[in-house]
C-alpha cells in the first residue's frame, strides 16, 4: 500500500478516493507553517499547497517520492525541472477551477467598473449623492481585453459578451480559430490590447516571459481612466507601477486577487486606496470548486501509481524515466 503525504485542506469526498487504495499521512491540511514538509519522508505522494518548497533539494531529500500534484491550474512552486530531474511527476487540475475562477474574474472586474467598493466606503462615511466620484463607463459597449486566452480567459470571454462587451485578446499561443470560435479579436501584440481596452485582465501562467509584464512601460500605454484587474499570478504585474498610475490617475481602479509576495505587506498602498479591489486569493474559495480539484488531485496521484499516466500531467516527459 502506497502512502499519500496531503498538505491542503481536503474534502472528505476527496480524501475517502485515496482512502479506498491508500494509506493518508501527513497534516491533512494546510500545514504550519505553510513550507513544514513534516512526515514526507515516508510518502510515495504528495498532493501539496501553494507554500510548499517544491525544488531539488527537497526531491533528492525523499527518494520514495514518485508524484507531487497541485490542486488548481498553478505550480509556480515546483520547480518541475528540478523535479524531472528527480524522477518525480507533477499534476496540476486546470479544469476543476475554470467557471469558478472566470466568474469570479468577472465579478472583480464590474466592481472596479462600478465602483462598489468606494460607494461602499462612502456611504459608510456618511456622504451620499451626488458623487462625482462614483461616475463611471458603461460596461456594455466597453472594450474587454483579455491577456492570455486560454481556459479561464476564455471563459471570461464568454461571459463578457453576455455583459454586451466587446472582446480582444493577446494570446501568441493560440490560433485564430480559437479565438473565432469565442467571438474575440486577436491583436497582434500587448501594446494593441492595451490601447484599445477600457478594461484589461490578466489570465496568464507565471512564466519567466510572463513575470512583470505590466510595469510602467506597459501601463503607460493603456487609456487613460482604464481599469486593470489582476487574477492570475502576483508577480505578472509590477505594483509599484500601477500605484502610481492610480495616484497620477493614468487609472481609475484595478482589481487584485493575487499578489507580490503573498501575503502583501500591511502597509502595502494598493490595501489602502478606495478605488482598488483587494481581496486574498480567494478566486477559488468556493465549496464546489475545492471538491472537483482537490478530487482530481487525488484521483491522478491514484493513476500514477498505479502506472496510468493522468491527463493533468505537466512534465510528460519524465513518464519513461519516473521513480517507480
Not at 118 to 127: E, K, P, R, V
Not at 134 to 151: A, E, H, P
Not at 285 to 313: I, N
Request: aromatic share 4%; proline share 8%; with cysteine.
Amino acid at each position: 500500500m502506497s502512502k499519500v503525504w496531503v498538505g491542503v485542506n481536503m474534502p472528505p469526498e476527496a480524501l475517502a478516493i485515496l482512502d479506498a487504495e491508500d494509506e493518508i499521512i501527513g497534516p491533512l491540511s494546510d500545514p504550519t507553517p505553510l513550507d513544514s514538509i513534516d512526515g514526507l519522508e515516508d510518502a510515495d505522494a504528495a498532493i501539496i499547497c501553494p507554500g510548499f518548497p517544491g525544488v531539488g533539494s527537497v526531491f533528492e531529500r525523499f527518494p520514495r517520492l514518485k508524484v507531487v500534484a497541485r490542486s488548481g491550474a498553478g505550480y509556480d512552486n515546483v520547480n518541475v525541472p528540478e523535479a524531472t530531474a528527480n524522477g518525480i511527476c507533477v499534476l496540476r487540475t486546470p479544469d476543476s477551477n475554470t467557471e469558478t475562477t472566470a466568474v469570479y474574474s468577472i465579478s472583480m472586474m464590474l466592481n472596479a467598473m462600478r465602483r462598489i467598493k468606494m460607494g461602499n466606503n462612502l456611504l459608510s462615511a456618511g456622504q451620499w449623492l451626488p458623487l462625482p466620484e462614483l461616475n463611471t463607463f458603461d460596461v456594455n459597449g466597453s472594450t474587454l481585453g483579455i491577456v492570455g486566452l486560454g481556459r479561464i480567459g476564455g471563459r471570461v470571454a464568454e461571459i463578457a459578451h453576455v455583459l454586451g462587451m466587446r472582446v480582444i485578446a493577446y494570446d501568441p499561443y493560440i490560433d485564430e480559430g480559437r479565438a473565432i470560435s469565442l467571438r474575440t479579436q486577436l491583436v497582434p501584440d500587448l501594446n494593441s490590447l492595451l490601447a484599445q481596452s477600457d478594461v484589461v485582465t490578466l489570465h496568464v501562467p507565471l512564466t519567466e516571459e510572463t513575470r512583470g509584464m505590466m510595469d510602467t512601460p506597459q501601463i503607460s500605454q493603456m487609456k487613460d481612466g482604464a481599469v486593470l484587474v489582476n487574477c492570475a499570478r502576483g508577480p505578472v504585474l509590477v505594483e509599484a507601477a500601477l500605484v502610481e498610475a492610480l495616484r497620477s490617475e493614468k487609472l481609475s481602479a484595478a482589481a487584485l486577487d493575487v499578489w507580490d509576495p503573498e501575503p502583501p505587506a500591511p502597509d502595502n498602498p494598493l490595501l489602502h486606496m478606495d478605488n482598488v479591489v483587494a481581496t486574498p486569493h480567494m478566486a477559488t474559495k468556493t465549496y464546489e470548486c475545492q471538491s472537483r480539484s482537490r478530487s482530481s488531485a487525488a484521483r491522478q496521484v491514484l493513476m500514477v501509481l498505479k502506472g496510468q499516466q493522468p491527463s493533468g500531467l505537466v512534465n510528460p516527459e519524465v513518464w519513461d524515466k519516473r521513480r517507480v
